[in-house]
């Protein structure tokens, strides 16, 4: 079946670390992968996604690289902030059949001062 | 431009209980969902709706009850309310739900107890 694995957290890192949370995929067909982002208190946000394998996505100093050899979408940024605490959740969109969003986990990140 | 509004932000209820929840959403999208959220399981989806007065079951759907009588709204409604059902609520909508590229825009969430 169609799955989504995240590493899991929490994940903590002092400021202007480097971040990586890992992602991988079971899916049949080619789906479009995202990453979506959960401050506290608030609804997920679509923060980038890819739609065929090698394309990068990127937002906010985020970047994501849809990897169809190692079926991975791994988060990555370079100096992560206090701001940057929240929890991720990697995701899986099948190009056919439409409608389905598969939704990994999630990961806690936090940042210190 | 509000976006995704759910009402309540709280509730606490007896096994037994009933109560619906109420999303609303004012960007005209044709596709809403419900989605239950719970610790280690991501987000799983309960009922979706592709348009006004259309309902879908989706991956969770026991228990749960759903109408769109009007495009911008979609209710969620609990009958008998169980503490299985403790969980936290996420209502989302889309343009559309055809394309793997069709991005989904999230409420703030409700959370429910179920004592």
């Known amino acids: 079946g169609n799955s989504v694995t995240q590493m899991e957290g929490p994940v903590t890192l002092s400021e202007e670390a480097f971040l990586t949370i890992n992602c991988t995929y079971t899916?049949?067909?080619?789906?479009?992968l995202f990453w979506y982002v959960q401050y506290p208190g608030e609804g997920l946000q679509l923060l980038l996604k890819?739609?065929?394998?090698?394309d990068k996505g990127s937002n906010k100093g985020f970047e994501a690289t849809y990897r169809k050899e190692t079926t991975s979408f791994h988060l990555e940024k370079g100096s992560v902030q206090v701001s940057d605490s929240a929890v991720y959740f990697c995701?899986?969109?099948?190009?056919?059949?439409?409608?389905?969003?598969?939704f990994g986990a999630g990961t806690r990140l936090f940042v210190k001062a | 431009n509000a976006g995704v509004t759910q009402t309540p932000k709280f509730r606490v209820l007896k096994t037994g209980q009933s109560m619906t929840l109420l999303c609303a959403q004012d960007?005209?999208?044709?596709?809403m969902y419900w989605y239950r959220q719970d610790p280690g399981m991501g987000l799983r989806l309960i009922h979706y709706?592709?348009?006004?007065?259309?309902?879908a079951k989706g991956e969770v759907p026991d228990g749960y009850n759903v109408s769109r009588l009007k495009k911008q709204n979609f209710l969620l409604g609990l009958e008998s309310a169980a503490p299985s059902q403790t969980s936290v609520y996420f209502c989302?909508?889309?343009?559309?739900?055809?394309?793997?590229?069709?991005?989904?825009?999230f409420g703030p969430g409700t959370r429910l107890t179920v004592l």
């Open positions: 890819a739609t065929k394998a090698d």
């Open positions: 960007m005209n999208h044709e596709y």
């Open positions: 989302a909508s889309s343009y559309s739900g055809g394309g793997a590229t069709d991005t989904q825009y």
């Open positions: 709706s592709v348009g006004e007065g259309t309902t």
């Open positions: 995701a899986l969109r099948l190009n056919t059949g439409g409608f389905k969003t598969i």
């Open positions: 899916a049949t067909g080619y789906p479009s």
